[in-house]
């Protein structure tokens, strides 16, 4: 079937009705998560502070098929299904044999997939009662997406945003503002933990992992308050695995099927979003597909990070996970993709990963760059700096094609635009960027700091 179509949408009616869950078809579920005092797996009691009980519950359940809430379907008509589109300009630029095709969730509300965890974050939270959801952000994508959900469900909203990007991203604090949270540069005097950072370093550029601890711990200064997680954790992935879903239908209606998904990792959940469906399928039998996770080279926890329990925090606060690390206290340097500068990984995607159902490679961000800008002059749609990431791991995918000359289907996720991000590209074009590399001796040291895990 030879068709001239560009772009695959979908009826609103056929929308996904459930959440994925990868959990069910794993064989071996990924190691427990850890009490940070006693080494013992932790229990759904010592998360209880933290989130309510059905995020909890999602956490480590084991149903393929998790329903969702017909109030955050009603929220996500606002935006979804996303469009899947053929890229078609770009394939003839390209000169490549290979058909790409990209989900595209920069439609929604703050201009990323990060919505569709926020809304049903926040609708569990409402209906057992918080009143007041603290939470960090890197670019400003998450901070601005539960801004958003909050205001659906009437919460409260306190982001503790990374210090660098709030200096670089002041409209991300905008927009936070316009739905209604309060928006707080990290480290910051609010909490002890931030207080002793900016004693060490008054001029420290903050982390996520900085970020997160002060979030955790403003949640015990006022009654009522829970904490919000956007990326890393299973429950996370589960609600992104609506993007995935709806892939699967709209390259059904496209007459195809994928052979490569790309997607780009800063904690796993765009990334995991979209590939687990396709994972799931080939788990249990069905087309087996070539999965290839891209993140940036100076940050590049699944492919130089140790596959180790660490802290998800500077802090140390959190629970320990077992995933791929490049310590606690390894700070990234204050390059423009925000949102993947985090130490750790997703624990679904490390083990995916460790069980080799999927592969990684890393990018420094000038070539991403690049590919960004040939995306937009063909395509029309300037990614956001972290999803230059998956489309330069997309066109690189098609160039091998082109070599070899393979008629391959790849699909990649582009996760978000970035309108908010035109600094980044001004820099860009400015040659004021940097190929941010990774300092050998800075992450030797923070490997060993890893806690010590019998
Ligand atoms: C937050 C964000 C990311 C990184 O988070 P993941 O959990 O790895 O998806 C990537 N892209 C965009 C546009 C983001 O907002």
Redesign the pocket.
């Known amino acids: 079937m030879s068709s001239t179509k560009t772009r695959f949408l979908l009826d609103e009616e056929n929308a996904p009705r459930s959440y994925y869950n990868l959990l069910a078809d794993l064989k071996t579920p990924p190691p427990p998560p850890l009490h940070p005092g006693t080494m013992k797996p932790i229990g759904p009691d010592d998360l209880a502070p933290l989130f309510p009980k059905a995020l909890i519950q999602q956490e480590v359940s084991t149903e393929r098929d998790i329903e969702i809430p017909e109030a955050v379907r009603e929220v996500y008509r606002l935006y979804r299904p996303s469009p899947l589109v053929r890229a078609r300009a770009l394939e003839k630029a390209l000169g490549t044999p290979a058909k790409l095709y990209f989900k595209y969730?920069?439609v929604s509300p703050t201009?990323?997939?990060?919505p569709n965890t926020a809304i049903a974050q926040a609708y569990f939270n409402a209906l057992e009662g918080t009143k007041r959801l603290t939470t960090e952000t890197?670019?400003g994508?998450?901070g601005s997406?539960l801004a958003f959900a909050g205001q659906h469900f009437g919460l409260e909203v306190e982001v503790f945003m990374v210090r660098v990007s709030y200096d670089q991203k002041p409209y991300r604090r905008a927009l936070m503002e316009t739905f209604g949270a309060t928006c707080i540069p990290s480290p910051s005097p609010r909490t002890s933990f931030g207080r002793q950072v900016l004693e060490r370093d008054p001029q420290s550029p903050g982390s996520l992992g900085i970020a997160i601890s002060e979030a955790v711990e403003a949640v015990g200064q006022k009654p009522g308050s829970r904490y919000a997680l956007?990326?890393?954790l299973n429950h996370?992935?589960l609600h992104?695995t609506v993007v995935g879903l709806e892939t699967m239908k709209q390259l059904e209606l496209a007459g195809d099927a994928p052979d490569i998904l790309v997607?780009?990792?800063?904690?796993?959940?765009?990334?995991?979003?979209f590939v687990f469906p396709f994972l799931g399928q080939q788990l249990r039998g069905g087309r087996a597909v070539r999965i290839v996770a891209v993140e940036p080279a100076a940050c590049p926890s699944l492919t130089k990070g140790r596959y180790a329990y660490d802290f998800g925090d500077t802090g140390r606060m959190t629970p320990l996970v077992k995933m791929h690390t490049l310590g606690a206290d390894f700070l990234p340097a204050p390059f423009h993709?925000?949102?993947?500068r985090?130490h750790g990984m997703?624990p679904l995607v490390s083990h995916v990963k460790e069980l080799g159902l999927i592969e990684a490679r890393a990018y420094d961000q000038l070539p991403c760059f690049a590919a960004a800008v040939q995306f937009a002059r063909t395509e029309g749609i300037v990614p956001?700096?972290?999803?230059s990431h998956a489309v330069k791991g997309a066109i690189d995918l098609a160039l091998e094609c082109k070599a070899r000359g393979e008629a391959k289907t790849i699909v990649f996720n582009l996760?978000?635009?970035g309108h908010f991000d035109m600094q980044a590209y001004t820099d860009y074009f400015a040659g004021k960027l940097q190929e941010s590399t990774l300092d050998p001796k800075a992450l030797e040291s923070s490997l060993g700091a890893l806690p010590t895990v019998r």
């Open positions: 969730e920069g201009g990323s997939h990060k890197g670019a994508q998450w997406s956007g990326s890393v996370v992935l992104q997607g780009c990792t800063g904690g796993g959940s765009n990334f995991g979003g993709a925000g949102g993947l985090y997703s956001a700096p972290e999803a996760c978000g635009h």
